[in-house]
């Protein structure tokens, strides 16, 4: 097989690889996002529920464990989402130069680099004002 | 002719007897009872169920005497929760005449350390023999803002937490 065209199956295959992670990394991203939040939810019912019935020393301790776990999902959450934008970069870095030495770099907008970069951002902002609501209102409840 | 008028007052004393049998309870039933000597204790609201703590509430309690007797010595008690102070005013009447009304005043106050929740005081009324008892049911609210200021606290332990990790571990590599 010639040299040229050895190379040529070997950066499909790579493009490949690319492709693949890069799905694999939204999937990643998503649960982390849907988690977070639907965790945060839950703890905000629980929280709420226990914050309205009579406060005893028993539900105080559950409350303050609840809010643990919030904040433990949360930084999780945010560090799952910093980690997915950093691999997402590297993906598209290697895909962007992939594309330049074929000569073809010009189909792709950089600029989406920072779309993702805002994106991601976004994301974060949202589980934590859904934490920070499922941790507030059962206190001012209570 | 005489068979004729002895089986006539037969059916007459058979329908006077049935007749007695079947109104005799309900005579009986409409005449005016002696009733016995009766209260009725009767919490005004006022569209009050709740205080804080460290507040102090003043509810009205309206006893009754329902039965046909003037009552005397009408001793009023409360049983309420550990630290409470409820107090009665005035917490014995002299005379209430059959079919009157007394009001009383009963003011609450629960204790400080009151956690919030519901609560139930029972008001006690002793005369003559006669007991009752009523409840006052209140919802006591936290009268502190502690627990929103360990909500603000653990709200700025989480954006502390999340600026810090996004310094940490959000630099972009070049």
């Known amino acids: 097989m010639p040299v040229h065209r050895k190379i040529g199956t070997m950066i499909e295959r790579v493009h490949e690889h690319i492709i693949t992670e890069l799905n694999a990394n939204t999937r990643t991203d998503t649960i982390f996002v849907l988690t977070a939040i639907i965790l945060n939810l839950i703890t905000l019912g629980i929280n709420s529920g226990i914050a309205s019935g009579e406060s005893s020393t028993t539900s105080t301790i559950v409350m303050f464990t609840i809010v643990a776990l919030i904040i433990v999902i949360n930084f999780v959450a945010e560090l799952g989402l910093i980690r997915g934008r950093q691999m997402r970069k590297k993906l598209l870095n290697g895909l962007l130069k992939m594309y330049k030495d074929q000569g073809v770099e010009g189909y792709y907008d950089q600029s989406l680099l920072s779309d993702y970069r805002t994106r991601y951002n976004l994301f974060m902002l949202t589980v934590l004002f859904t934490g920070l609501i499922a941790i507030v209102i059962p206190f001012v409840i209570r | ?174």
């Open chain 2, 1 to 174: 002719m005489g068979m004729k008028m002895k089986r006539n007052i037969g059916w007459i004393l058979l329908l006077a007897v049935s007749a007695t049998m079947v109104l005799m309870p309900a005579a009986v039933l409409a005449q005016p009872q002696p009733e016995k000597d009766d209260l009725i204790l009767n919490i005004v609201y006022d569209n009050f169920n709740s205080l804080k703590v460290g507040e102090q509430r003043t509810l009205y309690l309206e006893v009754r005497n329902t039965g046909y007797n003037d009552l005397s010595n009408i001793r009023l008690s409360t049983e309420s929760p550990e630290g409470w102070t409820v107090e009665i005013k005035p917490a014995v009447i002299d005379k209430l005449a059959a079919g009157d009304v007394q009001t009383v005043d009963v003011t609450l106050k629960p204790a400080e350390n009151t956690s919030k929740g519901n609560y139930n005081i029972a008001v006690i009324a002793d005369a003559a023999g006669i007991r009752r008892v009523s409840g006052i049911y209140v919802r006591v609210e936290s009268g502190s803002l502690l627990w929103v200021w360990v909500a603000v606290g653990l709200a700025v332990v989480l954006i502390m937490g999340f600026v810090l990790i996004f310094l940490r571990f959000g630099r972009e590599e070049k």
